[in-house]
């Protein structure tokens, strides 16, 4: 097949017109327009969002590193930048401006995806040259307060950023985009609430308040480049297949509780669950609403299709279980970390057999719930849930899940007395967010999404 002719790289600001984006007492949202051009692909791995953040008093002054002596702030540590959205449109500039893909949840759901990273991974900046990332609440506090720098004014110091965002059609397409076919692409980019995007790290100093913070994002620029290529290849791009995700949230409200779910998709992928105390779902400015740790005392699950246990014919078990641990267990480290159930999850976050390594370990788990058990967030960098890959790892293998009922069933310590259990969260039920990641095609001729 023939390669791209030449390539040209350009840089787009919003069509907003606006120099500071801010969540309160301005606008927080972000849309950025890639128009049509014929004989050009739109190579979206290389795209890259940037700017300069700026963390300010509600004053408009700005946070200084000596601040943060007292005022105890942070926002998780994997995500860095990427917590500061909420939700990305992607929408074609062609007749109806087609909706392509809405990724809601982004935060928490890029959290999981990037699971499969390790610390260093995080620090170095793999797969972002700037995300604002770290190994600790501490550490990632660092891009917040900004100290002055010479020859600067207080409105020009701030931090850099540069991150790919993180949706299908961005980063999972299988083809490059025909921007001619799809008539240009609108971007839409939701900046998240102060609760949602930052966290007390220690609730009980009490030193911050929902309206002490503004995020004010300056300088906002989309770069990337376009490939020229011939008329032979243009003609053969007549679509693009890419990752979605959609999000089926239940809540499970017993220390035994099945969740059913039906995908009614042509081509599911995997399904990875994700548990959240209810009260640390959003809104909550003394939790990290992007944890992604795993349910209270998981003691094992079972999985079924349409009644039938699959893709595992056996109970998933936990020996011996969290709930049986006595509750300074993550002091030591001493938390149970069932073999196949990590294996499992770390399987189908990587997409293959056998899986590499990850942010999932149990280092990460003891230190995420000796953070439960003292009601703070010095760490973020656990990821857990339970996750089912039914693609098996094979490249371009599909499965079919138009009519298909699954199950999940869950045996916990959720609203027990166990010990592992905090005693402040023993009434507390748990969202669980059902993430279905499955292929979508996107056909030009009429801007029809399959799925």
Known sequence: MAQSLYRKYFEIVPVNNLTNFQ???????????????????LSTRDLVFSGRLQINKDDGSAYSPADYGTTDVSWDSVNGAHNLISRVDIVSQGSGNSLIEQRRNYALINKYRRGVLSVNDLVAGKYNNQHMCGNSSKASQNYLGRAALNNLTAD????????????????????????????????????????????????????????????????????????????????????VQFRKINDLISVVQSSND????????????????????????????NANNTSTNQIV?????????????????????????ISELPATAGVSGRVSGNAEQIYLLIGALN????????????????????????????STLNVNGVAVDYSYGFGGFTVPMTNNLLQLNVESSLLTTDSIVPTATRDQTATMNAFIEYDAKLQYQGMMLNQ
Do not use: W
Request: net charge neutral; charged share 10%; hydrophobic share 35%.
């Open 258 to 285: 099945t969740i059913a779910n039906s995908p009614m998709v042509r081509s599911l992928h995997k399904m990875v669950h994700i548990f959240q105390p209810n009260t640390s779902t959003s809104n909550n400015i």
């Open 351 to 378: 997409s293959q057999y056998p899986p590499v390594h990850s942010l999932v370990n149990a280092e990460n788990q003891a230190v995420a719930h000796q953070d439960e058990a003292n009601a703070k967030n010095n």
């Open 156 to 239: 020009q110091n701030a931090f850099d950023f540069s991150i790919q965002l993180n949706t299908g059609f961005m980063m999972d397409n299988v083809q490059p985009i025909n921007l001619g076919a799809a008539n240009g692409i609108l971007i839409k980019i939701y900046l998240s609430e102060i609760p949602n995007a930052l966290f007390n790290i220690d609730p009980s100093a009490g030193t911050i308040a929902n309206n002490n913070y503004n995020i004010v994002l300056q300088n906002c620029k989309l770069f990337g480049r376009y490939n020229f290529v011939s008329q032979q290849l243009l003609s053969q791009l007549n679509g």
């Open 23 to 41: 969540v309160n007492n301005g606008t927080d949202q972000i849309s950025f327009l890639i128009p049509a051009l014929n004989g050009a692909t």
């Open 297 to 321: 005392g998981l003691k094992k699950y079972i999985v079924s299709n349409n009644g039938t246990r699959h893709p595992y014919n056996y109970d998933i078990e936990v020996t011996p279980s």
